[in-house]
């Protein structure tokens, strides 16, 4: 049920990346004669950095969301969430212009990304050692199918389906979210640490994000590494479709099939993950997968459709193998206590992380016009980072409570 509920918080958020150049087209004035990004793509790259920066940004609200989980339940939390951010990306749908499209997927932003970041947890504390990297790499599969299948569905209705009808099918998950929600259990681990403190955890504090003085260093490091990751999949992710549509020249369908085959090399980049997660270890799996990932971004921007295509894929690949072994190395690292607060803050970090990708790389593209040397700018400072995961330490093989004590 946790993949479940993940996959249609994904099919919701992704909504915004997968038709943005519709959203585009239908709120701005896209030319057939000019040679300028904004008449091709219909908005200037400023104005959509601009605003999936803001979306990006309005999920910093998952924190004290996220928080709440160490305080209420990871049930409970994850199952308000999900509804609420499903409605208001339905709602998305009635949107007058495009900063009205932009505040409602603003509003339901923190919601679904609240869901990402507990189901993980939930995944991470309901299995032991040697099945923690499955779990987790099935609740990303859930998050990475609701993803894609949105933008499948978009490429092959074609022009029959509209963006706002493309955002109205978002009721069907909201629809089922009773049956799911009655499938969905609270961790045993969770349920014990209530227990053991008389009812409700000790939380003073936590709601706004706070962690013991220890585990800070560790945080630190953690928050910097996913921030830096952010900063190369934010362009990377939410630009690629309308790159390729609106600059490139690809069709619909051709994107459509793009996210297609990232679906089956998605699937097998978690088979992968899982494996070198468990043999080689999470640092170097995930340092390496994160490094790939940077170089994909700048193919992805270099110029030709077999380049943004094979980045894109690529990038998938990557984000693949990196999602086993950071969710299992972050799990690990810290107590049942914080560990949905420490899930919060590195959501957190992802989002600052992207929405200064996407700013920067929007502003760089208006003012070079030049995607090679964006995607550069936001690629090699990712790179230059990667080795840092060797200072973190290694818990292959240990049990949550032997990695991080309550």
């Known amino acids: 049920m946790t993949a479940a509920l993940a996959g249609a918080a994904g099919f919701a ?8 150049a519709d959203v585009a087209k239908s709120f701005g004035e896209p030319s057939t004669t000019g040679n ?5 793509v219909g908005l200037s790259f400023t104005i959509l950095g601009i605003g999936l920066g803001i ?24 199952l308000g969430c999900t509804a609420l951010g499903l409605a208001c990306s339905a709602a998305a749908a009635f949107s007058p212009s495009y900063w009205w499209f932009v505040a409602l997927f603003a509003l339901g932003r923190p919601l679904l990304a609240t869901t990402n970041t507990v189901s993980g947890v939930i995944a991470a504390e309901e299995t032991r050692s040697s099945g923690r990297t499955k779990a987790i790499a099935l609740v990303t599969a859930g998050w990475g199918a609701g993803t894609g299948l949105i933008a ?7 022009a029959a389906l509209s963006w706002r009808g493309l955002f109205g099918l978002v009721v069907i998950p909201l629809a089922a979210m009773p049956l799911l929600g009655r499938r969905l259990e609270e961790p045993d681990r969770f349920q014990r640490l209530r227990r053991d403190a008389g009812g409700t955890p000790r939380w003073r504090g936590r709601i706004l994000g706070r962690t013991p003085v220890a585990l800070r260093p560790r945080l630190r490091l953690v928050t910097v590494l996913i921030a830096m990751l952010g900063l190369v999949t934010g362009p990377a992710n939410a630009l690629v479709f309308v790159y390729s549509e609106s600059v ?30 468990d043999r080689l270890g999470r640092r170097v799996t995930a340092g390496t997968a994160q490094a790939v990932i940077a ?8 110029g030709s459709p077999a380049a943004a295509i094979s980045g894109y894929l690529l990038a998938i690949l990557a984000s693949s193998v990196l999602g086993p072994a950071v969710g299992a190395l972050a799990a690990e690292l810290f107590p049942t206590s914080v560990r949905a607060t420490v899930a919060g803050w590195m959501s ?37 980072v990667c080795p840092l995961y060797a200072r973190l330490p290694e818990t292959l093989g240990m049990e949550l409570e032997e990695s991080a004590p309550d």
């Open 13 to 20: 958020q992704f909504g915004a990346s997968s038709a943005l």
């Open 36 to 40: 300028s990004v904004a008449a091709q």
């Open 55 to 78: 979306i990006r940004l309005a999920a910093l609200a998952s924190l004290p969301l996220a928080g709440l989980a160490d305080r209420l339940g990871r049930r409970r939390v994850m």
């Open 152 to 158: 499948v569905v978009r490429g092959v209705a074609g």
């Open 248 to 277: 490139l020249g690809l069709p619909r369908l051709a994107t459509a099939g793009m996210v297609a085959a990232a679906g089956i090399l998605g699937l097998g980049g978690l088979v992968v993950g899982r494996w070198a997660a």
């Open 295 to 302: 170089a994909a971004a700048m193919l992805t921007y270099s």
């Open 348 to 384: 957190v970090a992802g989002i600052l992380g992207a929405v200064g990708g996407l700013v920067l790389f929007g502003v760089l593209v208006t003012a070079l016009n030049s995607f090679l040397v964006a995607a550069a700018t936001v690629a090699l400072p990712v790179l230059a």
